[in-house]
């Protein structure tokens, strides 16, 4: 039996807390900034004359912004799967907590969905190259990757 096309798309995966974090963010968009916007909008249209009103029309482009991104982050959560980090085996997969030794330093990354990603933080995306790197490694598996600047040594030193 053949499968349709929607049955296979591929989901966007998220961990429990990138989920939380999407919601929490919609949350405040819907009840702190909505309001706020609904407010300038109002006080704007108070004043007259709509056709020349530069608070008026900034407010339209700022609500027309936050209704966007409303939509925009709950087709994000309609679209994912919800993935519990799997962590019998002790393999790096998504959700997990990567300690390794690259470039000779030490660093720790959370393996992550792509809407979740902060590498300032040091949450990748399993799609990164480095994500897709590590995801299948476990603790003290050393392995090298090609990158622009040549090849680099990574060794795990643990996954949570």
Do not use: C, W
């Not at 679209?79 to 799997?86: G, L, R």
């Not at 590590?134 to 030193?157: C, M, N, Q, Y």
């Amino acid at each position: 039996m053949a499968e349709s096309k929607s049955e296979n798309t591929i989901k966007n995966l998220l961990t429990p807390e990138g989920r939380k974090k999407i919601e929490r963010r919609i949350k405040y968009l819907k009840e702190v900034r909505r309001p706020e916007i609904a407010e300038i909008i109002q006080r704007a249209k108070e004043l007259g004359d709509l056709s020349e009103n530069a608070e008026y029309h900034s407010a339209k482009e700022e609500q027309a912004q936050l209704e966007g991104e409303i939509v925009r982050l709950t087709n994000i959560l309609r679209s994912s799967e919800i993935v519990q980090p799997e962590k019998k085996d002790g393999r790096v997969n998504i959700g997990s907590k990567v300690k390794l030794v690259m470039h000779g330093r030490e660093q720790v990354f959370s393996i992550v969905g792509e809407e979740e990603v902060d590498a300032l933080n040091g949450a990748i995306s399993y799609r990164s190259p480095l994500g897709q790197a590590l995801v299948g490694h476990k603790a003290g598996d050393t392995f090298s990757i090609e990158t622009p600047k040549g090849e680099t040594r990574i060794k795990i030193l643990s996954v949570e």
